[in-house]
T-cell receptor, first 116, second 108 residues
């Protein structure tokens, strides 16, 4: 039972490079989301999806794109990396698409990204 | 500023009780959560409380909710070294909003 799987675990990019952070879940969850974690700032929501083909912006969407072509996968793309995007990125999912429903978020183990 | 606020650090001795405090600002929060993050890992749900409850107990964990003051606390009884981690308070309104996390250090 893998849960939420994120790859890679670590990544170093140069400013201006692009990359995709992968996220997959095997729990048939409707809701998936991406957060970034920065020291002293908690987790901030980047983008989320309530189902295949549906995505929406969170609190800090600028510089990131997402797509949801399947229920299982929710990749996060950085089109032109900047040092301000140095962070730890977490993907999370939950069973109900209703964001207010008491269904706990399941988190992946994170991707630590450094942009030089 | 932060919608959910927590102190950043707490240090206790093994066997003592730990109390981690949190304040939130949105009175329409339906559920309030406590998550635990161990080094190199994602967040794991510890416990949650529905907004119409004052207290919830789950083994060594006690959650207290004061809706009037928008204050949430997590008490860990008989704290062990394995409890050392970062604890996040979160509120659920339209989206999950997290505090900055409290790093709990348990000294033997």
């Amino acid at each position: 039972n893998a849960g939420v799987t994120q790859t890679p675990k670590f990544q170093v990019l140069k400013t201006g490079q692009s990359m995709t952070l992968q996220c997959a879940q095997d729990m048939n969850h409707e809701y998936m989301s991406w957060y970034r974690q920065d020291p002293g700032m908690g987790l901030r929501l980047i983008h989320y999806s309530v189902g295949a083909g549906i995505t929406d912006q969170g609190e800090v969407p600028n510089g990131y794109n997402v797509s949801r072509s399947t229920t299982e996968d929710f990749p996060l793309r950085l089109l032109s990396a900047a040092p301000s995007q140095t962070s730890v990125y977490f993907c999370a999912s939950k069973g109900s698409a209703d964001r207010d429903y008491n269904s706990p978020l399941h988190f992946g183990n994170g991707t630590r990204l450094t942009v030089t | 500023g932060e919608d959910v606020e927590q102190s950043l650090f707490l240090s206790v001795r093994e066997g003592d009780s730990s109390v981690i405090n949190c304040t939130y600002t949105d009175s329409s929060s339906t559920y309030l959560y406590w998550y635990k993050q161990e080094p190199g890992a994602g967040l794991q749900l510890l416990t949650y409380i529905f907004s119409n409850m004052d207290m919830k107990q789950d083994q060594r964990l006690t959650v207290l909710l004061n809706k009037k003051d928008k204050h949430l606390s997590l008490r860990i009884a008989d704290t062990q070294t394995g409890d050392s981690a970062i604890y996040f308070c979160a509120e659920s309104v339209n989206d999950m909003r997290f505090g900055a996390g409290t790093r709990l250090t348990v000294k033997p």
